[in-house]
């Protein structure tokens, strides 16, 4: 259903009830059009309309933003929710395919549209390497590997390719470009960034979000980006974290406020300037206060000194966090400059205690006025009033070949090459034998990480793409033996003169705090792989995939060559491409490869680090 201009036949109805019977030479219908339902009146005059004709419940509503495991559309309608998404895992139930996808998305939005004042909800996902809570979907390289190729171009295509799949799917809000700064490697969401250095980050978070948000931020094929997680992320402390487990993740922000604005601000300046229409709150505290409770950062310089015009979106639960007492939490929040809270579970719960708080004084009008009127006016600005449902003419574009073809161009760019005694890389395609060990070889579900499909990812098949072993196998000549043993035992002869070893080892998958790792150290299977090989063969190339710099320094010495291949997604042939020729090296650390762990965060220690940012050979 499309609104194109909505008219409403007003006086006619007065006419025909005056005169008893339809008035014969009635003057001409006069109509009046409703301000904010008129796509041709300025967004201004369209959010004043309707925000002076909303209740305090569909204020309140409008800031709500519910995971749609905790939703039924009903509920949509009777709370008038302004915001639903779909948490990482949150495909549909039933089935994980584009059309449930799009069914799941309309139904919520159709309940919507159905209330008092049809205000269309916002549904979002994190789309952080392609559309990649929907099987099928193109999964790109994780943002440290994109920061290792350092491509803004290639970043933008990514970014449309990604807006595609899922405005394909009704989801047009993308909880993603992470902006963080990494400065301490052992942190699980190290590969969510995409380098240590802000203007690195600033130059492909721009791009992306160009790509993502497209010419015309009301094309039906766009799709809105959350540069996140606001301030200060990247730069935690170790074992400041008093989340679950975790030792980074969530934790206490380190350095003044110079060094904050030095390092963690210049993305979201530039982010801004990109046309950044909401931004995502940190966990992370700063000076012992969280982020979601901080006026000064949030509202003072993000909204007043950034000039940021858009809204302000809580992290899962992260309101929760700066108090037991609920009530206290949700008033400090929305006071500090949250404007929509990603609650993500009991709507009533939350909707309840904002408006104990609105009518006890404790969070004045105006504050609920200014954040409605954000989310309101980004509503407007993307066009989400005039086509709020999900573009299924684009479903073609899901997991397409010019998609995958342009995965499989990022993954070749984001290899970096750290070792290569006697030039052993490129490998010659007509080799005579080629052994290849370790699991990370071949299991989509590695190479992809953490969120793909399941918020923590999970190994084995999981989407469909080609594994590295694949590329491998398709890239030699056919008189090539390729003999693959995950656990590196094999029949023939892998010390032959005309044989070359491949261990290909990684990380298994995570996310987040999950993923803070104390050791930066494999797997101890992928360790047994490699010591078994580095006994047997005599040529012996590792490729490492993992979400950061792992701890090699005592093993390298015993390897001829290495690869860091991060995270390369769905599209493993990209490694082929470069290992065989096809491609170049081409890739160099976004971040330190420390030596040791006395060297984080960066900075931190004596003597060089292991590899320095920018390292990267070119054979
Ligand atoms: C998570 C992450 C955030 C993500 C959000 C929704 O906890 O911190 O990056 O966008 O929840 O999935």
């Known amino acids: 259903m499309r609104f194109h201009s909505?008219?409403?036949?007003?006086?006619?109805?007065?006419?025909?009830?005056?005169?008893?019977?339809?008035?014969?030479?009635?003057?001409?219908?006069?109509?009046?059009?409703?301000?904010?339902?008129?796509?041709?009146?300025?967004?201004?005059?369209?959010?004043?309309?309707?925000?002076?004709?909303?209740?305090?419940?569909?204020?309140?509503?409008?800031?709500?933003?519910?995971?749609?495991?905790s939703l039924t559309p009903d509920l949509v309608r009777d709370l008038a929710i302004g915001g639903v998404l779909s948490g990482g895992g949150g495909y549909p139930q039933a089935e994980n395919s584009p059309a449930a996808w799009a069914a799941m998305v309309n139904e919520f939005q159709q309940a919507a549209l159905s209330t008092r004042l049809g205000i269309p909800l916002i549904y979002g996902a994190d789309g952080v390497h392609g559309h990649n809570n929907l099987y099928g979907a193109v999964i790109f390289p994780h943002?440290?590997?994109?920061?290792?190729?350092?491509?803004?171009?290639?970043?933008?295509?990514?970014?449309?390719?990604?807006?595609?799949?899922?405005?394909?799917?009704?989801?047009?809000?993308?909880?993603?470009?992470?902006?963080?700064?990494?400065?301490d490697v052992r942190w699980g969401r190290t590969y969510e960034g995409y380098a240590e250095r802000p203007d690195h980050v600033a130059a492909l978070a721009s791009a992306f979000l160009r790509g993502l948000q497209a010419p015309d931020i009301a094309a039906p094929n766009r799709v809105i980006g959350t540069p996140k997680h606001f301030l200060?992320?990247?730069?935690?402390?170790?074992?400041?974290?008093?989340?679950?487990?975790?030792?980074?993740?969530?934790?206490?922000?380190?350095?003044?406020?110079?060094?904050?604005?030095a390092v963690h601000l210049p993305p979201y300046q530039a982010l801004i300037a990109e046309g950044a229409q909401t931004i995502m709150a940190s966990y992370s505290s700063w000076n012992g206060q969280k982020m979601h409770a901080s006026s000064y950062w949030l509202t003072d310089v993000l909204k007043r000194e950034l000039g940021f015009a858009g809204f302000v979106v809580s992290d899962w639960a992260a309101i929760d966090q700066i108090s037991p007492d609920y009530d206290q939490a949700v008033i400090t929040a929305i006071n500090a400059g949250i404007d929509m809270n990603m609650v993500p579970y009991d709507a009533q719960r939350f909707i309840d205690s904002l408006?104990?708080?609105?009518?006890?004084?404790?969070?004045?009008?105006?504050?609920?006025?200014d954040a409605v009127r954000r989310i309101l006016t980004v509503k407007f600005a993307m066009g989400l009033f005039e086509q709020p449902f999900a573009h299924t003419a684009?479903?073609?574009?899901?997991?397409?070949?010019?998609?995958?073809?342009?995965?499989?161009?990022?993954?070749?760019?984001?290899?970096?090459?750290?070792?290569?005694?006697?030039?052993?890389?490129?490998?010659?395609?007509?080799?005579?034998?080629?052994?290849?060990?370790?699991?990370?070889?071949?299991?989509?579900?590695?190479?992809?990480?953490?969120?793909?499909?399941?918020?923590?990812?999970?190994?084995?098949?999981?989407?469909?793409?080609?594994?590295?072993?694949e590329g491998i196998q398709a890239a030699v000549s056919p008189q090539t033996v390729v003999e693959y043993n995950q656990h590196g035992r094999f029949t023939g002869d892998p010390g032959a003169?005309?044989?070359?070893?491949?261990?290909?080892?990684?990380?298994?998958p995570y996310a987040e705090g999950?993923?803070?790792s104390a050791s930066l150290s494999l797997p101890p299977a992928e360790n047994r792989v490699l010591r078994r090989m580095e006994e047997a063969c005599v040529r012996l190339v590792v490729v490492l995939v993992a979400g950061r710099p792992l701890l090699v320094t005592d093993d390298l010495p015993k390897w001829d060559a290495l690869v860091m291949a991060w995270l390369p997604g769905s599209e493993g042939a990209g490694v082929a491409d470069v290992l065989f020729g096809d491609q170049p090296f081409r890739g160099r650390l976004p971040v330190t490869w420390p030596r040791s762990l006395d060297q984080l965060p960066v900075g931190s220690g004596d003597g060089q680090p292991l590899f320095p940012y920018g390292f990267g050979l070119t054979p």
């Open 394 to 469: 684009l479903s073609d574009q899901i997991g397409s070949a010019q998609h995958r073809q342009l995965a499989r161009t990022a993954v070749a760019q984001s290899l970096v090459l750290l070792k290569n005694d006697a030039n052993l890389l490129p490998l010659p395609k007509d080799i005579g034998h080629l052994y290849i060990g370790g699991q990370a070889a071949h299991d989509l579900g590695i190479q992809a990480g953490g969120w793909t499909i399941e918020w923590q990812g999970r190994t084995g098949p999981i989407i469909p793409g080609t594994t590295i072993l």
């Open 497 to 508: 003169a005309d044989a070359v070893c491949i261990a290909v080892v990684g990380e298994l």
């Open 143 to 183: 943002n440290i590997g994109l920061g290792a190729a350092n491509n803004p171009q290639l970043m933008e295509q990514i970014g449309r390719a990604t807006a595609l799949e899922m405005a394909a799917t009704g989801v047009f809000w993308n909880y993603a470009p992470a902006v963080m700064v990494p400065l």
């Open 6 to 69: 909505v008219l409403v036949i007003v006086l006619l109805p007065i006419l025909i009830a005056a005169c008893g019977r339809t008035p014969v030479s009635s003057p001409p219908p006069t109509a009046t059009v409703i301000t904010y339902r008129d796509p041709s009146a300025p967004i201004a005059e369209r959010v004043n309309d309707l925000l002076q004709r909303m209740t305090l419940a569909e204020k309140i509503g409008q800031m709500t933003l519910i995971e749609k495991n």
């Open 514 to 516: 999950r993923g803070d």
């Open 232 to 261: 200060g992320d990247g730069g935690t402390a170790w074992g400041s974290s008093t989340t679950e487990n975790y030792k980074l993740d969530q934790g206490e922000t380190f350095g003044d406020e110079a060094f904050l604005r």
């Open 355 to 369: 408006t104990r708080a609105v009518e006890r004084g404790a969070v004045s009008e105006e504050r609920i006025d």
